[in-house]
């Protein structure tokens, strides 16, 4: 019997589709950049402390030298064309002696004119008078101003006879002076070697503070023997 298309067979089986499983998409894996490692350059080594402390020291010898060298080329170049050259300023003490002889009385950066009051014996008594100098240090005023006292008693002492060493200690001077000087006072006798010393004595503690004793040596040594005056001792004034 042929079939209708209108009539419906209701005996059918609906199958369901397994779903497929899908496979995962693989994704690409995102690439890090690589970072190459630089060629590691050689490492410096450094030179020895002792070397480089070498270097250093030459370094500034050169320059000490350098500056040394061009200073004084600069001050010969100066002194050529006369422009460091004054009348009024004396470089040693032979120049410094001519300009005060000059009359000058003001004296310039290193030298200056100071008047000391010396004393020396005089017809058995001691006398006093005023003295120009050029002062500088104490030791060589001291030399000075006792070679001015020298000077004042002329033919007294020997030619020969000098001072070989001033120094001080405390409120002593020491003045050390070759044999000639024993052999002087010798000549002079007990009371003028007397009134010598003390006239030494007077113009040192007068002009040089602190020092109030004056010790007399004969090459270093204190002189036991020989002389009229006994110099085993300081000398000082009476207080």
Request: aromatic share 8%.
């Amino acid at each position: 019997m042929p079939r209708k298309y209108d009539d419906y067979d209701d005996g059918f089986e609906v199958r369901r589709r397994e779903a497929e499983q899908e496979e995962p998409l693989s994704f690409r894996e995102e690439r890090r950049p690589v970072r190459r490692r630089r060629a590691e350059e050689p490492e410096t080594k450094k030179a020895p402390l002792l070397i480089r402390i070498i270097a250093w020291l030459a370094v500034v010898a050169f320059c000490f030298v350098a500056g040394y060298v061009g200073t004084s080329l600069a001050l010969r170049m100066l002194d050529k064309k006369d422009i460091l050259m004054r009348k009024d300023v004396a470089s040693d003490r032979q120049e410094a002696q001519g300009v005060l002889e000059g009359g000058s009385t003001e004296i310039r950066v290193n030298a200056r004119k100071v008047a000391f009051s010396v004393y020396f014996p005089r017809e058995g008594a001691i006398v006093s008078e005023k003295t120009d100098i050029l002062s500088g240090i104490m030791e060589d005023d001291i030399r000075q101003v006792f070679g001015k006292i020298i000077s004042l008693v002329p033919g007294r002492f020997s030619p020969d006879m000098k001072v070989l060493n001033v120094f001080r200690s405390g409120d002593t001077l020491f003045l050390n002076l070759n044999a000639s000087f024993i052999s002087s006072l010798a000549k002079l006798g007990a009371k003028e070697s007397t009134l010598f010393i003390t006239a030494v004595v007077r113009t040192i503690t007068e002009n040089f503070p602190p020092l109030t004793k004056v010790r007399f040596l004969i090459n270093g040594k204190v002189a036991s023997e020989g002389a009229p005056v006994d110099l085993t001792v300081p000398w000082q004034l009476p207080q």
